[in-house]
């Protein structure tokens, strides 16, 4: 319980610091520290599916949370299935700070805008992969990291829609590597590992690729992930 009201209390400081009245998720930066207020805790619930020992999740469903910019997401897409749009708060377990934040929904029309307004907030992805059925991109921030994976193939029943998973997440956080990573963007995470080792300023996952291509034993995959792409 007192877990809970932490991170209640921390989603309310969150609003607060944001026009003191309205959650954004266009302005999210991490990490958040924040005081432990008693505040209501109706709007959340822990997600024990997902919490462990480094991490106590919380999850909710409240609209309040559904904002990016002058986007406000719907709550369900279906009112006959299952589809709700859900916002989940990581939180350390030993800092009690958020580290994570993870925005979910399937709704359609919004989704679209998420991506036209993501690329207005966050500019050109550091990383990217587009075609007519899914986009994934990466832009790397001041000690974090924003993802935007949308998939125009997801159908909910009958209907055909967009589910849109953004999220906001440390890179100090190597627990974790494989949930946040390995799914869409494994080729960014094999030059972020390279790149460790270079001294060269500017060095982009672009050169990286060009390198790998380059090799005695030339590796042209992550320059045909480039060359493949939609433009933006």
Same mark, same amino acid.
């Given at each position: 319980?007192?877990?809970?009201?932490?991170?209640?209390?921390?989603?309310?400081?969150?609003?607060?610091?944001?026009?003191?009245?309205?959650?954004?998720?266009?302005?999210?930066?991490?990490?958040?520290?924040?005081?432990?207020?008693?505040?209501?805790?109706?709007?959340?619930?822990?997600?024990?599916?997902?919490?462990?020992?480094?991490?106590?999740?919380?999850?909710?469903?409240?609209?309040?949370?559904?904002?990016?910019?002058?986007?406000?997401?719907?709550?369900?897409?279906?009112?006959?299935?299952?589809?709700?749009?859900?916002?989940?708060?990581?939180?350390?377990?030993?800092?009690?700070?958020?580290?994570?934040?993870?925005?979910?929904?399937?709704?359609?029309?919004?989704?679209?805008?998420?991506?036209?307004?993501?690329? $207005?907030? =966050? %500019?050109?992805?550091? *990383?990217?992969?587009?075609? +007519? &059925?899914?986009?994934?991109?990466?832009?790397?921030?001041?000690?974090?990291?924003?993802?935007?994976?949308?998939?125009?193939?997801?159908?909910?029943?009958?209907?055909?829609?967009?589910?849109?998973?953004?999220?906001?997440?440390?890179?100090?956080?190597?627990?974790?590597?494989?949930?946040?990573?390995?799914?869409?963007?494994?080729?960014?995470?094999?030059?972020?590992?390279?790149?460790?080792?270079?001294?060269?300023?500017?060095?982009?996952?672009?050169?990286?690729?060009?390198?790998?291509?380059? $090799?005695? =034993? %030339?590796?042209?995959? *992550?320059?045909?992930?480039? +060359? &493949?792409?939609?433009?933006?």
């Amino acid at each position: 319980m007192k877990k809970l009201k932490t991170l209640t209390s921390l989603v309310l400081v969150i609003i607060s610091c944001q026009s003191q009245t309205e959650f954004d998720l266009a302005t999210i930066s991490l990490p958040l520290s924040f005081e432990d207020i008693e505040k209501d805790e109706s709007t959340m619930e822990k997600d024990e599916g997902l919490s462990n020992n480094e991490f106590e999740v919380y999850k909710s469903t409240n609209v309040n949370f559904f904002r990016f910019r002058n986007i406000v997401f719907d709550q369900n897409f279906s009112d006959e299935f299952w589809s709700p749009t859900t916002i989940r708060f990581f939180m350390d377990s030993h800092t009690n700070n958020l580290e994570l934040l993870h925005f979910e929904t399937l709704d359609k029309e919004n989704s679209k805008s998420l991506y036209e307004a993501s690329l $207005e907030v =966050f %500019g050109t992805p550091d *990383y990217y992969n587009k075609d +007519n &059925d899914f986009f994934e991109a990466l832009w790397e921030q001041d000690g974090y990291f924003i993802s935007l994976v949308q998939n125009h193939t997801t159908r909910i029943g009958e209907k055909r829609t967009t589910s849109s998973s953004l999220k906001y997440f440390g890179n100090n956080l190597n627990s974790l590597t494989d949930y946040f990573f390995k799914p869409h963007f494994a080729y960014y995470l094999d030059y972020l590992e390279v790149r460790k080792s270079k001294q060269t300023k500017g060095y982009n996952y672009e050169d990286f690729a060009k390198d790998k291509a380059e $090799e005695m =034993f %030339g590796d042209s995959q *992550y320059l045909d992930d480039i +060359n &493949d792409n939609d433009p933006l």
